[in-house]
């Protein structure tokens, strides 16, 4: 009887639906709007796996996201320096005793592999590339082999410090990147947002061994991390591949840190600074607005692509074309949470010439609803924007991730659409005189260096 048990489980199990075994489960099932299914299985070590399956092409998107980035390295108390996470992103592809240094390019390039890349940000790291479906077990015995067994030796990591340290030059040699550094320094006094992602010159230097090899252990874990699989292999093949090359990991205790909060902003502030690089003015504004989850949040989403999608984007018509500007973009970001406003002027513009055009547009919005034609422009933009997310198996994914990351709900962006779709005007109206308030803003005014390097 009990043999009989056994075999009847096991054929349940293969035709079930909510199949499980010993290793992995599958935890849901997701029809998209385009017909693809989207399912989520999860591995006994907490390793989460995101698979569509698409067979049109013999491609397919890899990509690994991992629930860590600056804003943890401040708060985590064994490191509170910034900067570890981005030059760990670097060390993830300097190699281990099996794939050495040099080695993980040159075989991603023989796979036929294009994008290879990562990122890292204040929440999160992700590592992506997309290869031909057959080179599919080739590609994943690299990635979780340096998963698991990064070797970080002394002269790889002080010669990755240093590549780091011209990644950050390079960056403050940007007077725009500079001046998001100071708009943030600006907006945030108590929340870790105010730190930059790079770190500085000296947390890079003086990171060791030991904080490396920590972090690495501890947030480099399968349940920390997202896999994400988007083209031409079927769900029974990825998994049986995912548990022999991820399923022998152990999970970890990964601390979970909360941002301090905020104090609410209720004065504007101003932050004006010379660059040596500025060539004429450019402007940036911050808004404080609410996050990603927020129904607001959509209504100021769909805002900004009325101000700065398209050619009748209304600050493409306000500044660019009358040749006040050379680009002009307002946008909501999410961790940080703002609604931003960036404008690189044309020489002999100054930035307050564009703040008053802005501002006057932002009252207008806030008077008056925005008309039907624009509000339907709008949301056809945002409708051609997420169609094409959803074409792509690398937009797909990084919709997915980004959003999963940020908010706990990868079908974020989908939803975000049908919210879209039940929009007015007046809810538009309602967001921007709620929370594009100038005393909850702060201004950063960026100006090409005076002769003989003084600044005022």
């Known amino acids: 009887m009990k043999l009989f ?67 943890d390295e401040k708060l985590d108390a064994k490191l509170k320096k910034t900067g570890l996470a981005h030059l760990f992103e670097h060390m993830m592809f300097r190699g281990t005793a099996k794939y050495p240094d040099g080695v993980f390019d040159k075989l991603i390039s ?61 960056h403050l040699d940007s007077p725009v990147s500079v001046g998001f550094d100071q708009l943030l320094d600006g907006v945030f006094k108590v929340a ?41 292999v079927d769900a029974g093949k990825l998994m049986s591949l995912v548990t022999k090359y991820y399923g022998e990991m152990k999970s ?16 504007e502030r101003k932050i004006y600074t010379r660059h040596k690089q500025a060539t ?6 911050g808004y ?45 970001s999410s961790r940080p949470d703002l609604f931003e406003f960036v404008v690189s002027l044309s020489e002999k513009h100054r930035a307050e010439q564009a703040l008053a055009i802005i501002d006057q547009e932002v009252a207008r919005l806030q008077k008056k609803q925005i008309s039907e034609k624009d509000f339907q422009r709008a949301l056809n933009q945002e409708k051609l924007d997420m169609y ?28 975000m659409l049908s919210a879209f779709e039940k929009l007015t005007p007046v809810d538009l109206q309602k967001a921007a005189k709620q929370h594009l308030n100038k005393k909850q803003r702060t201004i950063v005014v960026i100006r090409p260096a005076k002769r003989g390097g003084k600044k005022s």
């Open 388 to 415: 094409g997310n959803i074409g792509s198996n690398s937009s797909l994914a990084n919709m997915l991730g980004e959003y999963l990351v940020l908010s706990g709900d990868y079908l974020l962006g989908f939803k």
């Open 280 to 285: 004429s003015d450019s402007l940036l504004v």
């Open 110 to 170: 023989r796979m036929g592999g294009t994008g290879q890349n990562a990122s890292t940000y204040f929440y999160r790291t992700n590592y992506y590339e997309s290869v031909p479906s057959d080179q599919l077990e080739a590609l994943m015995t690299l990635e979780s082999d340096r998963m698991q067994n990064l070797q970080i030796t002394p002269a790889l990591f002080e010669r990755e410090k240093g590549a780091v340290v011209g990644e950050l030059r390079r």
């Open 192 to 232: 870790p947002f105010r730190f930059t992602v790079l770190g500085s010159e000296k947390e890079i230097k003086g990171f060791t061994l030991e904080e490396a090899n920590y972090f690495y252990k501890t947030y480099y874990a399968p349940n920390n991390a997202t896999l994400i699989v988007i083209g031409d």
């Open 252 to 267: 970890q205790e990964v601390p979970r840190h909360k941002v301090p909060e905020e104090p609410p902003q209720t004065k």
């Open 288 to 332: 404080r607005i609410p996050t990603v989850s927020s129904p607001d949040f959509t209504s100021l989403a769909l805002l900004a692509t009325h101000l700065s999608t398209g050619m009748e984007g209304r600050l493409r018509k306000l500044l660019v074309d009358p040749g006040i500007a050379v680009s002009a973009n307002g946008a909501p």
């Open 5 to 71: 048990g056994s075999l009847l489980s096991l054929l349940i199990c293969l035709f079930s639906l909510n199949c499980q075994s010993a290793s992995y489960q599958k935890v849901a099932e997701h029809t998209l709007f385009n017909g693809d299914k989207l399912t989520e299985f999860r591995l006994e070590n907490g390793l989460q796996v995101l698979h569509v399956p698409r067979h049109q092409a013999k491609v397919l998107t890899y990509q690994v996201w991992f629930r860590v980035g600056s804003l």
